[in-house]
T-cell receptor, first 114, second 113 residues
């Protein structure tokens, strides 16, 4: 158990819909990262927040957005969902924001878009 | 562009045999290097990391990896594989420019009894 929690574990929805994925980082961690894992693209970085502020952005679609709240939990919002958005979405957390900070991964949320 | 290549998609080894998983990276300088393991239905767990210093690093679960600058490689090894090592293994680099990890496509390890 990494100490990072993600809800829900599974999500099934239809094209065009909007969903919210939630992540609670390890106690004391200030950075939250979101990754998408799909069969064709592999593991891809989406976005990073540090202490409530966006720090880095990867291949995140405009239909996706995220935020980190004052209690440091984070939410990833996916809208106008397409079949290709079906994937495993991981949240990770670390104490700091640099590469020498180990990232601890949650168990993921599996999103299925029908 | 920064990238990580894991040439082997799937490897099968017998229990008790030695293991080497290959990882090559492309980066302008020496990146931070990582190996993660993902068991079915689980998140990723860090096995080991290399930042600087001794090029042979020890990790958890009996794994080790060697950084070879001349070959831009960071191969993962284990002298004797256990059935519980069956999982998918990901090599990753931290490039620094975007504050994120860049992962390889992963190598799935199967262990024969």
């Amino acid at each position: 158990d990494s100490g990072v929690t993600q809800t829900p574990k599974h999500l099934i929805t239809a094209t065009g819909q909007r969903v919210t994925l939630r992540c609670s980082p390890r106690s004391g961690d200030l950075s939250v990262y979101w990754y998408q894992q799909s069969l064709d693209q592999g593991l891809q970085f989406l976005i990073q927040y540090y202490n409530g502020e966006e720090r880095a952005k990867g291949n995140i679609l405009e239909r996706f957005s995220a935020q980190q709240f004052p209690d440091l939990h984070s939410e990833l919002n996916l809208s106008s969902l397409e079949l290709g958005d079906s994937a495993l979405y991981f949240c990770a957390s670390s104490f700091g924001q640099g590469g020498n900070n180990e990232q601890f991964f949650g168990p993921g949320t599996r999103l299925t878009v029908l | 562009a920064q990238s990580v290549t894991q040439p082997d998609i799937h490897i099968t080894v017998s229990e008790g045999a030695s293991l080497e998983l290959r990882c090559n990276y492309s980066y302008g300088a020496t990146p931070y290097l990582f190996w993660y393991v993902q068991s079915p239905g689980q998140g990723l767990q860090l096995l080991l990391k290399y930042f600087s210093g001794d090029t042979l690093v020890q990790g958890i679960k009996g794994f080790e990896a060697e950084f070879k600058r001349s070959q831009s490689s960071f191969n993962l090894r284990k002298p004797s594989v256990h059935w519980s090592d069956a999982a998918e293994y990901f090599c990753a680099i931290y490039g620094g420019s975007q504050g994120n990890l860049i992962f390889g496509k992963g190598t799935k390890l199967s262990v024969k009894p």
